[in-house]
Structures are given as C-alpha cells and as structure tokens.
C-alpha cells in the first residue's frame, strides 16, 4: 500500500495484540454486548419513527376535523352576530339616562 494505508500484514499483528491483552472469552463478552447495544438502538429507533407517523397522524387528523366543523359554525355564528347588533341599534332611541 502507500503511505496511510493499513495493509491485511498490520491488521493480523493488530488482532493478535488485542486477543492477547484480552483474551477470546471477554472479547466474546464485549462482541455480545456491543451486539446488543446496536439491536436495542435499533429498534428504539424503529419505534421512535412509528411513534412520530402516529402522532402526524393524530394531528391532521384533528385538523382535518377542526376545518371541516369551523367553516359551518363560524358562518352562521357571525352572521347571527351581525344581525342581532344591526336590529339592537336600529330604529331605538339612545337612553341616555345610563350614560
């Protein structure tokens, strides 16, 4: 290889020093753990993304429900609004008595 690249001799030598230092039954050990540590993040991740298309769901789903309901009653609460302060004010005297 060049320089900066680690030839197959380097890495043989590498794993020899490691089984050495800490022997294959821990090596086995931290494989098992290491192992594990990546399938529960795994899946801890597989459930965060569920849970996160549930709760998009839930949301357009009230949102859908809010548009669909607040076009009707807005209308007709506004223009009843509107009729009543129109026909209060119309054709009365004001009493100024209260004032």
């Given at each position: 290889?060049?320089?900066?690249?680690?030839?197959?001799?380097q890495?043989?030598?590498?794993?020899?020093?490691?089984?050495?230092?800490?022997?294959?039954?821990?090596?086995?050990?931290?494989?098992?753990?290491?192992?594990?540590?990546?399938?529960?993040?795994?899946?801890?991740?597989?459930?965060?993304g569920?849970?996160?298309?549930?709760?998009?769901?839930?949301?357009?789903?009230?949102?859908?429900?809010?548009?669909?309901?607040?076009?009707?009653?807005?209308?007709?609460?506004?223009?009843?609004?509107?009729?009543?302060?129109?026909?209060?004010?119309?054709?009365?005297?004001?009493?100024?008595?209260?004032?």
């Amino acid at each position: 290889m060049g320089m900066g690249g680690i030839s197959i001799w380097q890495l043989l030598i590498i794993l020899v020093i490691v089984l050495l230092l800490f022997g294959t039954k821990r090596l086995k050990n931290i494989g098992s753990d290491l192992g594990g540590a990546v399938k529960g993040f795994r899946s801890a991740m597989s459930d965060a993304g569920k849970d996160d298309d549930e709760e998009t769901r839930q949301i357009e789903d009230t949102k859908a429900a809010r548009t669909a309901e607040t076009p009707a009653g807005a209308q007709s609460g506004a223009q009843s609004g509107a009729q009543s302060s129109n026909q209060s004010g119309v054709g009365k005297p004001a009493d100024k008595s209260k004032a």
